[in-house]
C-alpha cells in the first residue's frame, strides 16, 4: 500500500496522551484507510483476506463458520468468496447477504449446540468446511494470566471444530505469544495433516498476535 504523508494529532485538554497516540495511529493505518475506501468493516477483513492469498483456503460454496465475528469483515472477505457464513459473537454486527449471525458468547454453555443447529440449516451434511476465530478476551495486563485466558478461547474453539468440520476441513484462529503450544498443539497433530503459523502483514508489526491455520482435518474416527 503506498504510504501517505502521515497524519498529526493534536492533545486536546482532558485527552490522554495514550489515546492521542491511538488515534494517530488509526488515521494514520494505511489498512484502515483501504478498508473504507473497499466497504469492509475493519482492517481485519485483510488478515484473512492475506491469509487466503497465501494458504487459498476460502473456495466457492463452502459452509464457514466465524467466531468472534463482529465487526463482520471476515464474513465480508467470506461471501466475496461464494461461502455461507454462520458467524457469532458478543457484540452485534449488521446485517448481510448469506451470513446467519449469532448475538451470543462463544464461551457460554450452549452456545455452541445453537451453532450447530444453524449449521444445519444452511449445510446439508451440517457440517463446517472451515472455522474461523478471530476471538481473543479481554486482556488484563498480566502476561501469564492474560497467556492462559487466551489459550483458553482457542481450545474452546479448536474442540468445537474438531466436532463439526468436514473430512480435509480448515480450523484458523487468533493466537498470541509464540502461538498454539504444548499439549493443545500435540493434540491438534493428531487431527490434522499441516498445522502453520502465520502472520499476514495486515497484522501489526508491534503485536504479538499471529495465525494458526490447521488444515487436512482428519475425522475423529480416523
Not at 444445519?120 to 501469564?144: C, E, F, R, Y
Request: a positive charge; hydrophobic letters at 40%; aromatic letters at 6%.
Amino acid at each position: 500500500m503506498r504510504n501517505k504523508p502521515k497524519t498529526k494529532v493534536k492533545t486536546a485538554k482532558g485527552r490522554k496522551s495514550s489515546s492521542t497516540r491511538w488515534l494517530q495511529r488509526q488515521l494514520n493505518d494505511p489498512y484502515i484507510l483501504e478498508a473504507g475506501k473497499q466497504g469492509y468493516r475493519g482492517r481485519a477483513a485483510f488478515k484473512l483476506k492475506e491469509i487466503d492469498a497465501k494458504l487459498n483456503i476460502l473456495k466457492p460454496n463452502m459452509t464457514i463458520v466465524d467466531l468472534g465475528a463482529a465487526p463482520g469483515g471476515w464474513c465480508q472477505i467470506a461471501t466475496e468468496k461464494g461461502c455461507k457464513v454462520v458467524a457469532i459473537d458478543l457484540l452485534e454486527i449488521d446485517e448481510m447477504p448469506d451470513v446467519e449471525f449469532l448475538q451470543m458468547d462463544f464461551m457460554d454453555d450452549d452456545a455452541p449446540d445453537i451453532l450447530k443447529a444453524e449449521l444445519k440449516k444452511i449445510s446439508s451434511d451440517g457440517l463446517a468446511d472451515i472455522v474461523l476465530s478471530d476471538m481473543a478476551p479481554n486482556t488484563m495486563g498480566h502476561k501469564q494470566t492474560d497467556h492462559l485466558r487466551i489459550m483458553a478461547v482457542v481450545e474452546a474453539a479448536y474442540y468445537f471444530a474438531i466436532e463439526v468440520l468436514k473430512p480435509e476441513g480448515v480450523f484458523l484462529a487468533k493466537v498470541f505469544q509464540g502461538g498454539a503450544q504444548g499439549e493443545l498443539l500435540k493434540e491438534m497433530k493428531k487431527h490434522f495433516k499441516t498445522i502453520r503459523h502465520v502472520k499476514p502483514p495486515a497484522s501489526r508489526k508491534e503485536s504479538s498476535e499471529q495465525y494458526l491455520v490447521a488444515t487436512g482435518f482428519k475425522s475423529l474416527g480416523e
